[in-house]
């Protein structure tokens, strides 16, 4: 993370701001541009996307490092979900305090994307002693938070 942050010229506190509004919420690129003008600092949208390339692959490997444990018994699903007015694809893994371990989300059922998921799920969380599958009614996939 050193070797990204030495070649940013503009103030660190600046372009962490720029990046987590721009991952946060809806705002263009040129909406954060006269946000930051508003506040009385010059700032190119440019080089808010380009910090952001650079900073947000760093800033996850440094997040998933500090991630709490997930519990040894998951519960992983496949169910359908309206995104936008289509039905899409949902893979999640659920561990049993409820809290989502992972989740993929495809237009369409794929037969090699589902094992690829799980395998990154177990890179990234450890090999679990226990996974059960239940499918997960519509209805009850449109409550949920995603």
Not at 34 to 53: N, W
Not at 58 to 74: I, M, Q
Not at 98 to 109: E, H, S, V
Request: overall charge positive; proline content about 5%; charged content about 30%.
């Amino acid at each position: 993370m050193a070797k990204v942050l030495k070649r940013l010229h503009d103030p660190l506190e600046v372009i962490l701001r720029c990046v987590r509004w721009y991952v946060a919420y809806p705002p263009s690129l040129r909406h954060l541009e006269e946000m930051m003008a508003e506040r009385g600092i010059a700032v190119d949208l440019s080089t808010v996307h380009r910090c952001a390339l650079k900073l947000l692959p760093v800033l996850e490997k440094a997040f998933r490092r500090r991630n709490r444990p997930v519990g040894k018994s998951w519960r992983v699903d496949e169910t359908y979900v309206r995104v936008k007015g289509e039905w899409e694809y949902l893979y999640r893994a659920v561990h049993k305090d409820g809290n989502t371990i992972d989740f993929l989300l495809r237009a369409l059922r794929d037969k090699t994307a589902a094992p690829r998921y799980f395998e990154k799920s177990i890179a990234q969380n450890g090999v679990p002693e226990t996974v059960s599958t239940k499918a997960v009614p519509i209805s009850r996939a449109r409550s949920n938070q995603f």
